[in-house]
Structures are given as structure tokens and as C-alpha cells.
């Protein structure tokens, strides 16, 4: 896993903006497979269509702490469109989660 850490919250300021567009183009196409979250913060993400790619993230109380993936863009970049997609993902469930908690 590649550790950096920075906030859920403000995750959009450590993607590059073409990697969040990417990212995000991914979600609405529907390609999540499926999104699980063990009781330590670490989720994992499939997508459709791509059997061998898995993306990891670790998600501390209110920071990511590190992430991966199994696409090729990631081993070069350290970044790619499914983790870009997975924060995204986690951030919205997240917050989701909160308004339901405030009801």
C-alpha cells in the first residue's frame, strides 16, 4: 500500500483534477463492482469488467492513510481512476452515513 495521509474531507485537493474527472466517469458508468469496509477502516473496491483489479484504501477515523490498486497506472503513478473512484465512493458513504446518524 502507498501511505500518504491527508483528509476524507478534503480529499479532492490531493487528486489531480483529470484523475478525479476520470474517477468519477468510472462511478457514474456504474463500473463499482462492489464496495466492502472491514472494522479496521480498510475498504476494498471491485470494478466490472476488470477481474484483476482491486483497489485498497485505509480510512482512519477522518483521513485516508494509504492506498492501492492493481492496475498498471497505479504501479507507475501512485495514482489512478479506481482509487480516484474509491475515495469519491468512501466520501459519499461516509457522509451519507452522518446524515442518517444527525435524523
Not at 478534503?10 to 472491514?38: C, Q, T, W
Not at 475498504?43 to 492513510?65: I, M, Q, S, Y
Request: include cysteine.
Amino acid at each position: 500500500m502507498y501511505s500518504k495521509t491527508f483528509s476524507i474531507e478534503n480529499y479532492f485537493m490531493h487528486i489531480p483534477e483529470y484523475v478525479l474527472d476520470e474517477g468519477r466517469e468510472l462511478l457514474n458508468s456504474s463500473a463499482l463492482n462492489s464496495a466492502s469496509k472491514d472494522v479496521k477502516g480498510l475498504w476494498l473496491l471491485r470494478w466490472k469488467g476488470e477481474p484483476d483489479c482491486e483497489t485498497e484504501v485505509f480510512v482512519g477515523r477522518k483521513n485516508v492513510k494509504a492506498y492501492s490498486c492493481d492496475c498498471s497506472i497505479f504501479q507507475e503513478r501512485k495514482m489512478c481512476c479506481h482509487v480516484s473512484a474509491a475515495i469519491h465512493h468512501i466520501h459519499e458513504t461516509i457522509e451519507k452515513e452522518k446524515l442518517v446518524r444527525k435524523k
